[in-house]
């Protein structure tokens, strides 16, 4: 079964960790746990280079920057192939980054 | 070996890759350099034994391998348009602190990982251009005749002349599909010039430090590919520790004696940073695995500080990227560190015969029975582990061990513990 985990960070929350150590050992204890998991995995640039398409009626309106009035960004997301959605929530909360993120765990839909 | 024949084969491996890479540059003709620097190195053979090994032996074969060059064209009456160009720019050289420009080795590189050669035959081109391996080793490391090698290497090349492989950076999508092969190429290239499995030395450090610029200069041409960061990272946290790792005498320090304190501390974060940035992009690989092992030992600050936990679930990672017996003697290594030598041992003999030829199998085995206690049995493995090795380094830190053995199974009580 495949999931997508959808990592979301919020604007003002978010810290990086405490030290360089304790980041490295964590990012790569989860990276560890991802064995023989990952079907895809896209990393997102930060939100100030992306660009917002919206409509106003018919016509679309093109704006620099995130959406304005969200308060969280996605900041990637890893597509797993697990036997059980706990698994793949597992997998989530070993994620090494905390303050300030959330892990959405969807089902990737097929066929 | 005579002094002559050492010197020539230090020079060999350290400027033959240089010669064909800026000759091939020069000349648009990769066969040519190759053959040009080829017959230099004949010369030096025939000539620095009774002549003497000249002042500048990396000079006297660039001048040489350009003479060379111009007699083959002259010969092939081709030289007219290309002399010209062998005339000018033969003494430029790259600026390792400027960034942007790219080494023509790299180049040289991707030209050997070309599709249309097999696998095997990229690595081989690659070795022999870029280390100055001969065709015997070649054919050595392969398993296979001298002459089949060299009708390989001959065919290989034909190839790159008629398919008129460009001398170049592939661009997009191209550079992707030979990028396994680039990897692969400059790390054997650092593992040969981190511990050499050659007797003449035991370390090669210029050909270390090689390996890590290229690295480098591959991560600015590819800095969102994990695994490029990851080979980067990987050769540079061995760089940061290899101060500690031989002695005085040039005997080889355990992980686990090291003096943590010469280890290159700013060098080591800089790293682990850059490894952390590859890995949280969620695409395991080979040379991140490696690189993260690596960063677990390089960030305690004691031994017994040791994420073993960590460390061998990194294992796990990686022998499910690629599965390999070596590997497997490491994972079982840190099992003995997590769990005990009772443990590790049981590892150890649950991986049937496919390492038995393998020095550090036996080595491991030898320091595993130690650990219980067995030390006669202990020392038979570490006499096992010395024949089958060349090492000088390897060699003496496992006579020691031997010694110890026999000096503990004497009754004398222990020397050194």
């Known amino acids: 079964m495949k999931y997508a985990m959808v990592i979301l960070r919020d604007k003002e929350e978010w810290q990086p960790l405490s030290t360089e150590q304790l980041d490295f050992e964590l990012t790569a204890g989860w990276w560890a746990g991802l064995k023989g998991k990952v079907v895809a995995s896209v990393r997102l640039g930060l939100p100030d280079e992306s660009t917002t398409v919206t409509w106003r009626g018919d016509q679309p309106v093109v704006t620099d920057g995130p959406y304005v009035e969200a ?12 036997g059980s959605a706990q698994e793949a929530i597992e997998l989530a909360t070993t994620f090494p980054s905390r303050v300030g993120i959330r892990i959405e765990v969807r089902p990737v839909l097929e066929g | 070996m005579n002094e002559a024949s050492q010197a020539l084969e230090q020079y060999v491996r350290d400027e033959s890759a240089r010669l064909v890479a800026s000759l091939t540059r020069q000349l ?28 500048e032996p990396g000079a006297w074969l660039r001048v040489t391998a350009r003479r060379k060059a111009t007699d083959r064209l002259r010969r092939e009456a081709r030289y007219r348009d290309r002399l010209q160009v062998l005339g000018k720019s033969l003494e430029r050289t790259v600026d390792p602190d400027q960034p942007g420009v790219i080494d023509d080795r790299l180049v040289l590189i991707f030209m050997c990982c070309h599709p ?3 696998r095997e035959v990229q690595v081989a081109l690659t070795l022999r ?4 391996v001969t065709t015997a080793q070649l054919a050595k490391a392969f398993l296979t005749s001298d002459a089949t090698m060299t009708r390989r290497i001959v065919r290989a090349k034909r190839k790159i002349v008629e398919a008129g492989i460009p001398f170049a950076i592939p661009s997009g999508d191209e550079i992707r599909g030979r990028l396994s092969e680039v990897l692969t190429s400059i790390y054997v290239m650092f593992n040969e010039g981190y511990l050499s499995a050659g007797p003449a030395t035991s370390q090669r450090e210029e050909l270390a430090n090689d390996a890590e610029w290229l690295a480098g200069l591959l991560r600015q041409l590819l800095p969102e590919e994990p695994e490029v960061t990851g080979l980067l990272a990987l050769i540079r946290l061995h760089q940061a520790r290899r101060r500690a ?55 305690a600050a004691r031994w017994e500080d040791t994420n073993w936990e960590l460390i061998v679930n990194l294992y796990d990672q990686l022998l499910s990227i690629a599965d390999s017996p070596i590997a497997a003697l490491n994972r079982a290594i840190a099992i003995e560190y997590r769990d005990g030598p009772e443990a590790g041992l049981a590892e150890l ?8 030829s393998y020095h550090l199998f036996h080595a491991a085995r030898a320091q595993m029975l130690r650990g219980m206690g067995r030390s006669s049995e202990a020392a038979d493995e570490d006499r096992l582990a010395s024949k089958l090795t060349s090492n000088p380094a390897e060699l003496s830190l496992l006579q020691r061990r031997i010694e110890d053995e026999t000096f503990i199974k004497d009754g004398h009580g222990h020397r050194r513990q």
Not at chain 1, 71 to 82: M, P, R
Not at chain 2, 349 to 356: H, P, V, Y
């Open chain 2, 116 to 118: 249309t050669l097999s």
């Open chain 2, 245 to 299: 790792r031989f002695d005085d005498r040039g005997e080889i320090v355990l992980m686990k004696d090291q003096d943590r304190s010469v280890w290159d501390r700013p060098a080591i974060n800089a790293a682990i940073e850059l490894l952390t940035s590859a890995l949280r992009m969620g695409q395991p690989g080979f040379y991140q695995a490696q690189a993260a092992i690596a960063g677990c030992h390089a960030v």
């Open chain 2, 129 to 132: 251009s870029l280390l100055g």
């Open chain 1, 71 to 82: 308060k969280e960004t996605v900041g990637g997301i890893v597509v797993v192939d697990v």
């Open chain 2, 28 to 55: 648009g003709d990769f066969d040519l350099a190759e053959e040009s620097v080829q017959d230099a190195i004949l010369e030096a053979l025939s000539h620095w034994p009774a002549s003497g090994v000249p002042k």
């Open chain 2, 349 to 356: 003999d649950s991986m049937g015969k496919s390492l038995d």
